[in-house]
């Protein structure tokens, strides 16, 4: 099975701030690589597809990038309604399986 | 609209059986593949099973392989989990989501999930 290793597992932050959160796949996985964010108490929602697509619906200061195994989500200037776990997933192949997820948390 | 919804999920004893329904609307339910992921609690999300639009191709998590049994009914636009010989790190939410664009898509959207309480 393919893992997949975010980085870092939490991260604090201030409105405003320009973040990066990694993903490493343990081997390549051309561009399926997808990001969700996921509240407290609510279903994740897809962020990110195929590694730097935006979904419709998702402000633009959301960001992917990375091919291969290496992989980044950014968010170019934090909103309070930012702070949320966030996960990567790989669907390269059937077995899909996720990052372990960051926290990023107000400063 | 597309819209999942989920039931079933309740309180069940250890060795117990639950049957999970995800029912799906606004789309065209036999031409996605649908799959079920969990989150224990406080932990990271958890893929479990996922199924072809026809029903003919089926995948599973090795965690719960031999004792989860995914399906779905076309004409029903329902997605199921049959879940026997629970376990208590089988406790978590369980969501089910739509696989967009063929099973090398991504997970768009998600139900608001159903909890499964394995407990003595």
């Known amino acids: 099975d393919i893992q997949m290793t975010q980085s870092p597992s939490s991260l604090s932050a201030s409105v405003g701030d320009r973040v990066t959160i990694t993903c490493r796949a343990s081997q390549s996985i051309s561009d399926s690589l997808n990001w969700y964010q996921q509240k407290p108490g609510k279903a994740p929602h897809l962020l990110i597809y195929a590694a730097s697509n935006l979904q419709s619906g998702v402000p633009s200061r959301f960001s992917g990038s990375g091919s291969g195994t290496d992989f980044a989500l950014t968010i170019s200037s934090l909103q309070p309604e930012d702070f949320a776990t966030y996960y990567c997933?790989?669907?390269?192949?059937?077995?899909?399986?996720f990052g372990q997820g960051t926290k990023l948390q107000i400063k | 609209e597309v819209q999942l919804l989920e039931s079933g999920g309740g309180l069940v004893q250890p060795g117990g059986s639950l049957r999970l329904s995800c029912a799906a609307s606004g789309f065209s339910f036999s031409n996605y593949v649908m799959t079920w992921v969990r989150q224990a609690p406080g932990k990271g999300l958890e893929w479990v099973s996922a199924i072809s639009g026809s029903g003919g191709t089926i995948y599973y998590a090795d965690s719960v392989k031999g004792r989860f049994t995914i399906s779905r009914d076309n004409s029903k636009n329902t997605l199921y989990l049959q879940m026997n010989s629970l376990r208590d790190e089988d406790t978590a939410v369980y969501y089910c989501?739509?696989?967009?664009?063929?099973?090398?898509?991504?997970?768009?959207?998600w139900g608001q999930g159903t909890l499964v309480n394995v407990s003595s």
């Open positions: 989501a739509r696989v967009t664009s063929g099973w090398y898509g991504w997970l768009d959207p």
């Open positions: 997933q790989q669907s390269y192949t059937t077995l899909y399986t």
